[in-house]
């Protein structure tokens, strides 16, 4: 047998000491007795030495006939020999795996503790292209004639079965935080923060700690990580780390859980930075596990079936998330789960966390309507036809709000929020919508309007002021939603900045017939300052309400603004430009203007589109 390791492989080093396995020598004789075999019956020999049993036991004679035609595997001797061998092959690679254990017991004493997860990351990355480069045959194409005839293509082509490789172990094994630490960021994130998203964990919610480690070294790191954010501990940094390292390696693997998206999630919905890249890989993930395709049987009453398909809306409510502020459309689009949902409440395990999700995923629906419908482009003014389109969706989310309002009871870990935030999220979502009354208002096709055009669009821009003002005012007003603030997932940080900005910029330079009263936004910024310093003064400086703090703060120190000065622009004085015009007089105009755009972009908003793209003098 040729030898093509390299010099002091371990395979090397086994053949130079117990040289390489020889296969036996078929031309050896196997014993059988003359009478045995006249009679055709086995012969029972000794160490393959006469007399036999039977022969023995009767007292004749034994003689024996060697055979070429017998197989050499009853040959005794070989067998010990062979058996010899593997039991001292078993005795080196048991000292090899000790000599191992110990080298990388010694070298993780020496290195700092920041080195662990980077060990992590190149050991999860070299499984990663055992996967994909080593092992040839990706797919295999299985044909299965019991299966349905309207089966989809895609269900012939199966992966190709691949061996399981080592699971890394988690980050308290390896000592990057304490288990006194992971206790207490799990404790955080298990009775706080995943009642604010319905319950990502699921199953898992009222699992351990240590059950959890066991499941998913991911979702341990996840939940760890979100937890020390919230708890503004100095373990972050490294947790972060963590996180980014086990989650980069899932983008090429193959072998995904569950457990996976859940991860994913809870980095998407808490870790801003992260969070685009993490909600299109749970969303590529959940589609590849066929999450959406659980739906029916869940309705059945099949718990795991159950517990896939809350997953999948959950999946769908974190895209959607992050759709509106990237500006980009969503990746999960509107399949049976999405359309009915409201059917999912039917299900035996349905719950009040189910329904608080099933309002979102309605919620959600619409503003994708809202996006497919009048697309990304913020400099084109909607059309006259576009507009009763707007009303009809204004009206779909006044029902919705109406439906679901007073249907939430007080939560046991979350107080009044699921009810609270059933009107904060519908003005969120009327903002959006009616902010698009104001696009291209510029343009000449918004100023040869018809009148009664013009006053409709008018009255649709004021809802949206309205809906911004509203934010502002409970944030500002309510000590309970204040409360949650550290806590809620990230976009609720992004619109209450998308609201501050909306209303500067209309107040400033918006070619729209809207009543705002100057001294009042002054007012209500700098409260809002106030209570966000407040608020933030205990935070984590990763944490995103703490550059939007930062950036408001900023924004009204560089400002001029004239209190006491309530401003009414009216879409026809666009002509001869903007006008500031209180009780017959004209009123220097307030100086947010561009500012706007820098501040923001340079402390948080660079990563959003809702800010860019439009034309300076009359982006929102």
Same mark, same amino acid.
């Given at each position: 047998?040729?030898?093509?390791e390299?010099?002091?492989?371990?395979?090397?080093?086994?053949?130079?000491?117990?040289?390489?396995?020889?296969?036996?020598?078929i031309?050896?004789?196997i014993?059988a007795?003359?009478?045995?075999?006249?009679?055709?019956?086995?012969?029972?020999?000794?160490?393959s030495? #006469? #007399?036999?049993?039977?022969? *023995?036991?009767?007292?004749?004679p034994?003689?024996?006939?060697?055979?070429?035609q017998?197989?050499?595997?009853n040959?005794?001797v070989?067998?010990?020999a062979i058996?010899?061998? !593997?039991k001292?092959?078993?005795?080196a !690679?048991?000292?090899?795996?000790?000599n191992n254990?110990n080298s990388?017991?010694s070298?993780?004493?020496?290195?700092?503790?920041?080195?662990g997860?980077?060990?992590?990351g190149?050991?999860a990355?070299?499984?990663?292209?055992?996967?994909?480069?080593?092992?040839p045959?990706?797919?295999?194409?299985?044909i299965?004639?019991?299966?349905?005839?309207?089966?989809?293509?895609?269900?012939?082509?199966?992966?190709?079965?691949?061996v399981?490789?080592k699971?890394?172990t988690d980050? !308290?094994?390896?000592?990057?935080?304490?288990?006194?630490?992971?206790q207490r960021?799990?404790?955080?994130?298990?009775?706080?923060?995943?009642h604010?998203v319905?319950?990502?964990?699921?199953?898992?919610?009222t699992?351990t700690?240590?059950?959890?480690r066991e499941?998913?070294p991911l979702l341990?790191?996840a939940?760890?990580a979100?937890?020390a954010l919230?708890?503004?501990s100095?373990d972050?940094?490294?947790?972060?780390?963590?996180?980014v390292?086990?989650?980069?390696?899932l983008?090429?693997?193959?072998?995904?859980?569950?457990?996976?998206?859940?991860?994913?999630?809870i980095?998407?919905?808490?870790?801003?930075?992260?969070?685009?890249?993490?909600?299109?890989?749970a969303?590529?993930?959940a589609?590849?596990l066929?999450l959406?395709?659980?739906?029916?049987?869940?309705?059945?009453?099949?718990?795991?079936?159950?517990?896939r398909t809350r997953l999948?809306?959950?999946?769908?409510?974190?895209d959607?998330?992050?759709?509106?502020?990237?500006?980009r459309?969503?990746?999960?689009?509107?399949?049976?789960?999405?359309?009915?949902? *409201?059917?999912?409440?039917?299900?035996?395990?349905a719950?009040?966390?189910?329904?608080?999700?099933?309002?979102?995923?309605?919620?959600?629906?619409i503003?994708?309507n809202?996006?497919d419908?009048?697309?990304?482009?913020?400099d084109?003014?909607?059309?006259?036809?576009?507009?009763p389109?707007?009303?009809?969706f204004s009206i779909?989310?006044d029902?919705? *709000?109406?439906e679901w309002?007073d249907?939430f009871?007080?939560?046991?870990?979350?107080?009044?929020?699921?009810?609270?935030?059933?009107?904060?999220q519908y003005?969120?979502a009327?903002?959006y919508l009616?902010?698009?009354?104001?696009?291209?208002?510029?343009?000449?096709?918004?100023?040869?309007?018809?009148?009664?055009?013009?006053?409709?669009?008018?009255?649709?821009?004021n809802?949206?002021?309205?809906?911004?003002?509203?934010?502002?005012?409970a944030?500002?007003?309510?000590?309970?939603?204040?409360s949650?603030?550290?806590?809620?997932?990230?976009?609720?940080?992004i619109?209450i900045?998308?609201?501050?900005?909306f209303? $500067?910029?209309?107040s400033?330079r918006?070619p729209?017939?809207v009543?705002l009263d100057?001294?009042e936004?002054?007012h $209500?910024?700098?409260?809002?300052?106030?209570?966000?310093?407040?608020?933030?003064?205990t935070?984590?400086?990763?944490?995103?309400?703490?550059?939007?703090?930062?950036?408001?703060?900023?924004?009204?120190q *560089?400002s001029k603004?004239?209190?006491g000065?309530?401003?009414a622009v009216?879409?026809?004085s666009?002509?001869?430009?903007p006008?500031?015009v209180?009780?017959g007089?004209?009123m #220097?105009?307030?100086?947010?203007?561009?500012?706007?755009?820098?501040?923001?972009?340079q402390y948080?908003m660079?990563?959003?589109?809702?800010?860019?793209?439009?034309?300076?003098?009359?982006?929102m």
């Amino acid at each position: 047998m040729a030898n093509h390791e390299p010099p002091g492989s371990p395979i090397r080093r086994l053949r130079d000491t117990f040289g390489d396995p020889k296969p036996p020598d078929i031309t050896r004789k196997i014993t059988a007795c003359v009478a045995c075999r006249k009679q055709k019956i086995k012969c029972h020999m000794n160490e393959s030495q #006469p #007399p036999c049993t039977r022969c *023995r036991k009767k007292g004749l004679p034994c003689t024996v006939n060697r055979s070429l035609q017998m197989l050499l595997e009853n040959d005794v001797v070989w067998k010990k020999a062979i058996e010899q061998k !593997i039991k001292s092959l078993e005795a080196a !690679i048991a000292r090899n795996v000790n000599n191992n254990i110990n080298s990388e017991r010694s070298q993780q004493e020496e290195q700092p503790l920041g080195n662990g997860p980077s060990s992590v990351g190149e050991e999860a990355v070299e499984e990663t292209q055992q996967d994909t480069s080593e092992r040839p045959g990706r797919w295999k194409i299985t044909i299965d004639l019991e299966s349905n005839p309207g089966a989809l293509p895609g269900h012939y082509l199966l992966p190709t079965s691949s061996v399981q490789a080592k699971r890394p172990t988690d980050l !308290i094994s390896r000592g990057v935080i304490s288990i006194e630490n992971a206790q207490r960021y799990f404790d955080e994130y298990q009775n706080r923060l995943d009642h604010f998203v319905y319950r990502v964990l699921g199953d898992h919610s009222t699992a351990t700690l240590g059950h959890i480690r066991e499941v998913s070294p991911l979702l341990t790191t996840a939940v760890c990580a979100v937890g020390a954010l919230h708890l503004s501990s100095l373990d972050f940094e490294a947790l972060y780390k963590e996180f980014v390292t086990l989650s980069a390696p899932l983008s090429f693997s193959r072998r995904h859980t569950v457990d996976d998206v859940r991860a994913l999630c809870i980095g998407a919905f808490w870790l801003s930075d992260l969070s685009w890249s993490l909600v299109g890989l749970a969303v590529r993930i959940a589609t590849e596990l066929q999450l959406h395709k659980s739906f029916y049987k869940a309705l059945q009453g099949d718990r795991n079936h159950y517990s896939r398909t809350r997953l999948y809306l959950l999946v769908y409510a974190c895209d959607h998330h992050f759709s509106v502020p990237y500006g980009r459309p969503p990746m999960t689009r509107e399949c049976e789960s999405v359309r009915d949902a *409201r059917k999912f409440l039917d299900s035996n395990h349905a719950t009040e966390d189910d329904a608080r999700l099933v309002s979102q995923v309605l919620r959600w629906s619409i503003c994708t309507n809202v996006y497919d419908t009048f697309g990304a482009d913020v400099d084109r003014p909607l059309s006259d036809a576009d507009i009763p389109q707007v009303r009809r969706f204004s009206i779909a989310l006044d029902s919705l *709000r109406a439906e679901w309002g007073d249907k939430f009871n007080r939560n046991a870990y979350v107080g009044n929020y699921p009810r609270k935030g059933v009107g904060i999220q519908y003005h969120f979502a009327k903002l959006y919508l009616c902010s698009h009354a104001l696009r291209g208002a510029g343009s000449s096709h918004a100023k040869s309007r018809a009148p009664d055009v013009a006053l409709e669009l008018e009255e649709i821009a004021n809802s949206a002021v309205l809906s911004a003002l509203s934010i502002l005012r409970a944030v500002i007003s309510d000590t309970e939603i204040q409360s949650y603030l550290n806590g809620l997932p990230t976009y609720f940080d992004i619109m209450i900045a998308f609201a501050v900005v909306f209303l $500067l910029k209309v107040s400033t330079r918006f070619p729209a017939t809207v009543q705002l009263d100057n001294q009042e936004i002054h007012h $209500l910024m700098l409260s809002l300052v106030s209570v966000l310093k407040g608020v933030t003064a205990t935070m984590h400086p990763h944490h995103l309400l703490v550059g939007i703090t930062k950036g408001i703060d900023d924004l009204l120190q *560089r400002s001029k603004v004239a209190p006491g000065s309530t401003r009414a622009v009216s879409m026809y004085s666009l002509q001869e430009g903007p006008q500031h015009v209180v009780g017959g007089r004209n009123m #220097p105009p307030l100086d947010f203007g561009l500012e706007t755009d820098v501040i923001f972009d340079q402390y948080f908003m660079s990563e959003f589109d809702f800010l860019s793209g439009q034309h300076q003098e009359y982006s929102m």
